[in-house]
């Protein structure tokens, strides 16, 4: 029996989103890694800009390789960019496994990151462009939740093996062989995949782009109402855009274009700046200094199973709620949890020997904060920004939003262990302070992207009021979408547009 539309592309969507598995993965294993004695041995340093270098190479390399991949991505395609990427990362995979020192290891994490920065644009970038409208950001989600399934496996493999292996080279080797294995299918068979039909229409392949959109929505009916109607919409959307400057000028001489690309490197930066790579990457320290050092990797383990169950919340959910609430609501519970974490961390500093309970404490609100990032916050950094772009630019502009989230990941990577040691609990009021106000530029600036297609996201953000409160743009129903998309194809046949330049000009603003 044939595969539904709705599964069909789901798990196309969940097939390039083992990209996202392999940052997780990196994002957890490091932790292990770090606290491994061979490893130690192996690197020979102590130095805390070394140890917070290896960390931040990865992300140094993610920010080089964001916006080359939209070249790829635009010129040859979403799958071919998928595909290189794959195979850059087990180059860099194949030598921090092999590594013999700091610097063999801090060139394979760069090597890694360069196609990590590649798979954040493009896998985010694929999902957004085959997905049906109506559950765009339940595919889109994928990405956040894939990334907590890498975590998730690097958690209880880095565990396993510190307790296992502890001591000998096996214990941080076999973790980061393992990395390579996600990157596999991405190298030998994304070619089975569809092609992004948005990017076969920009290149005039017409009939192609619509084949696709019918394979992807309708089992292959070409005729079907709703492959018609997003048809007509993406047709109309990309004649419009056909004269325009489709260069990186395009970006920069438009002010509305630019103030989207703005919105877009505020959220990658608000993400880090809630903490969340901080815990991540220094997971053992963290934990210890409130009094779990023997238990240490294994409450980051347990924080990786909240984090996955998070995302599974954010998937099952984030289309029926949209995108304002989670990220305004989100940070409001981020400042609050890393308030009360802050005045429990307190107690561990400056001599002082807190409780049990006030560890305990501490470790309960890391795991609400992470449940809640990982159902609110993290995946809506990469839902949005594809949201909100023109089909000329998005490859181009979203290699820039994600370039800020790995400047802004490598910062915290870099500062945290010093920042660790020189101010110790004091750290984490820049958390909370920074959550609290994320979620008021959000609630002033974030227009609401559920339910509408991707063509309609220019229109409103061109027109509306920037200040979100004032403007007047009508929410629309999820179920809604798809109903009024079909009802726009009828015009299809009759030579009458399914949608009118008033309308795509409008969009109800």
Same mark, same amino acid.
């Given at each position: 029996?044939?595969?539904?539309?709705?599964?069909?592309?789901?798990?196309?969507?969940?097939?390039?989103?083992?990209?996202?598995?392999?940052?997780?993965?990196?994002?957890?294993?490091?932790?292990?890694?770090?606290?491994?004695?061979?490893?130690?041995?192996?690197?020979?340093?102590?130095?805390?800009?070394?140890?917070?270098?290896?960390?931040?190479?990865?992300?140094?390399? *993610?920010?080089?390789?964001?916006?080359?991949?939209?070249?790829?991505?635009?010129?040859?395609?979403?799958?071919?960019?998928?595909?290189?990427?794959?195979?850059?990362?087990?180059?860099?995979?194949?030598?921090?496994?092999?590594?013999?020192?700091?610097?063999?290891?801090?060139?394979?994490?760069?090597?890694?990151?360069?196609?990590?920065?590649?798979?954040?644009?493009?896998?985010?970038?694929?999902?957004?462009?085959?997905?049906?409208?109506?559950?765009?950001?339940?595919?889109?989600?994928?990405?956040?939740?894939?990334?907590?399934?890498?975590?998730?496996?690097?958690?209880?493999?880095?565990?396993?093996?510190?307790?296992?292996?502890?001591?000998?080279?096996?214990?941080?080797?076999?973790?980061?062989?393992?990395?390579?294995?996600?990157?596999?299918?991405?190298?030998?068979?994304?070619?089975?995949?569809?092609?992004?039909?948005?990017?076969?229409?920009?290149?005039?392949?017409?009939?192609?782009?619509?084949?696709?959109?019918?394979?992807?929505?309708?089992?292959?009916?070409?005729?079907?109402?709703?492959?018609?109607?997003?048809?007509?919409?993406?047709?109309?959307?990309?004649?419009?855009?056909?004269?325009?400057?489709?260069?990186?000028?395009?970006?920069?001489?438009?002010?509305?274009?630019?103030?989207?690309?703005?919105?877009?490197?505020?959220?990658?930066?608000?993400?880090?700046?809630?903490?969340?790579?901080?815990?991540?990457?220094?997971?053992?320290?963290?934990?210890?200094?409130?009094?779990? *050092?023997?238990?240490?990797?294994?409450?980051?383990?347990?924080?990786?199973?909240?984090?996955?169950?998070?995302?599974?919340?954010?998937?099952?959910?984030?289309?029926?709620?949209?995108?304002?609430?989670?990220?305004?609501?989100?940070?409001?519970?981020?400042?609050?949890?890393?308030?009360?974490?802050?005045?429990?961390?307190?107690?561990?500093?400056?001599?002082?020997?807190?409780?049990?309970?006030?560890?305990?404490?501490? +470790?309960?609100?890391?795991?609400?904060?992470?449940?809640?990032?990982?159902?609110?916050?993290?995946?809506?950094?990469?839902?949005?920004?594809?949201?909100?772009?023109?089909?000329?630019?998005?490859?181009?502009?979203?290699?820039?939003?994600?370039?800020?989230?790995?400047?802004?990941?490598?910062?915290?990577?870099?500062?945290?262990?010093?920042?660790?040691?020189?101010?110790?609990?004091?750290?984490?009021?820049?958390?909370?302070?920074?959550?609290?106000?994320?979620?008021?530029?959000?609630?002033?600036?974030?227009?609401?992207?559920?339910?509408?297609?991707?063509?309609?996201?220019?229109?409103?953000?061109?027109?509306?009021?920037?200040?979100?409160?004032?403007?007047? +743009?009508?929410?629309?129903?999820?179920?809604?979408?798809?109903?009024?998309?079909?009802?726009? *194809?009828?015009?299809?046949?009759?030579?009458?547009?399914?949608?009118?330049?008033?309308?795509?000009?409008?969009?109800?603003?």
């Amino acid at each position: 029996m044939a595969l539904s539309p709705a599964l069909y592309t789901f798990l196309c969507a969940c097939f390039v989103a083992n990209g996202a598995a392999i940052f997780g993965y990196d994002l957890g294993v490091i932790a292990y890694v770090l606290a491994a004695p061979d490893f130690i041995a192996t690197i020979n340093t102590t130095n805390d800009n070394y140890v917070g270098f290896i960390v931040s190479s990865l992300l140094l390399g *993610a920010a080089v390789g964001s916006v080359p991949s939209s070249y790829i991505a635009d010129i040859w395609g979403r799958r071919v960019a998928l595909t290189v990427a794959g195979v850059i990362f087990l180059v860099g995979g194949t030598v921090q496994t092999a590594t013999q020192n700091k610097e063999m290891m801090m060139a394979g994490r760069f090597i890694g990151g360069l196609a990590i920065g590649q798979l954040g644009v493009l896998v985010p970038l694929y999902q957004s462009e085959i997905a049906n409208p109506a559950v765009r950001g339940r595919l889109t989600a994928t990405f956040q939740f894939f990334l907590g399934v890498g975590a998730f496996v690097a958690g209880w493999i880095g565990y396993g093996t510190s307790k296992g292996s502890h001591g000998t080279a096996l214990e941080w080797r076999l973790p980061l062989a393992f990395q390579m294995l996600p990157a596999l299918p991405i190298v030998f068979l994304t070619f089975i995949l569809p092609e992004s039909p948005r990017w076969l229409a920009m290149k005039g392949r017409d009939e192609d782009a619509l084949n696709t959109l019918a394979r992807l929505h309708a089992r292959g009916d070409v005729n079907d109402d709703l492959v018609q109607g997003e048809y007509q919409d993406m047709k109309l959307s990309i004649d419009q855009e056909a004269g325009l400057d489709k260069s990186w000028s395009n970006i920069f001489r438009d002010t509305v274009n630019m103030r989207k690309v703005f919105y877009g490197i505020v959220l990658q930066f608000s993400v880090q700046m809630t903490g969340v790579s901080a815990i991540q990457y220094y997971a053992n320290d963290v934990y210890t200094s409130v009094g779990f *050092a023997k238990n240490a990797l294994l409450i980051n383990s347990i924080n990786n199973v909240v984090g996955l169950l998070g995302e599974a919340t954010c998937i099952a959910f984030l289309d029926r709620i949209g995108r304002r609430p989670p990220l305004i609501f989100g940070n409001i519970i981020s400042g609050i949890t890393f308030a009360v974490a802050t005045a429990m961390a307190k107690q561990f500093y400056g001599g002082a020997a807190g409780t049990r309970g006030q560890g305990i404490c501490f +470790v309960a609100m890391i795991y609400i904060y992470n449940f809640t990032f990982s159902a609110a916050i993290g995946p809506l950094s990469w839902v949005y920004p594809v949201e909100i772009m023109q089909n000329n630019i998005r490859a181009k502009a979203t290699g820039i939003t994600t370039t800020a989230s790995w400047l802004a990941n490598f910062m915290i990577g870099q500062v945290s262990p010093t920042a660790f040691k020189q101010i110790g609990w004091k750290y984490y009021l820049v958390f909370t302070v920074c959550s609290f106000t994320n979620a008021l530029f959000f609630y002033l600036f974030f227009h609401e992207t559920r339910g509408r297609t991707l063509e309609e996201m220019d229109g409103i953000i061109r027109h509306a009021n920037p200040i979100v409160p004032l403007s007047k +743009v009508e929410r629309i129903s999820y179920k809604d979408r798809e109903r009024e998309l079909a009802e726009r *194809a009828h015009g299809a046949g009759t030579g009458k547009p399914s949608i009118t330049q008033e309308e795509k000009a409008t969009y109800e603003v």
